[in-house]
């Protein structure tokens, strides 16, 4: 194996391990994963250099920021507002 397959094998090892829970892809020297959920408490996405701190978090996701239930809140009210000709502030 060439040592520019190493990372290639490693991406469809982790995407097919975690697939359930994470989309997994590459992105020059960076490791990208996304959460194929919407209700989750955990950061939805991660972005790193180093493979050991990537997999750690896809393990161990670290904490969300803001709250995904206000959000959803905030949608249906501009919504609402929009079906009404208000406007929101």
């Known amino acids: 194996m060439r040592t520019g397959d190493v990372p290639n ?3 469809h090892v982790l995407q097919r391990h975690y697939a359930q829970q994470w989309s997994i892809r590459r992105h020059g020297g960076l490791w990208i994963a996304t959460a194929t959920r919407q209700q989750i408490t955990h950061a939805p996405t991660l972005i790193e250099e180093d493979v050991e701190v990537f997999v750690h978090q896809l393990e161990y996701p670290p904490p969300g920021i803001g709250n995904s239930e206000l959000s959803s809140e905030r949608l249906r ?4 507002c929009a079906e009404t000709g208000l406007q929101q502030r």
């Open 77 to 80: 009210t501009s919504e609402s």
């Open 9 to 11: 094998t490693l991406l």
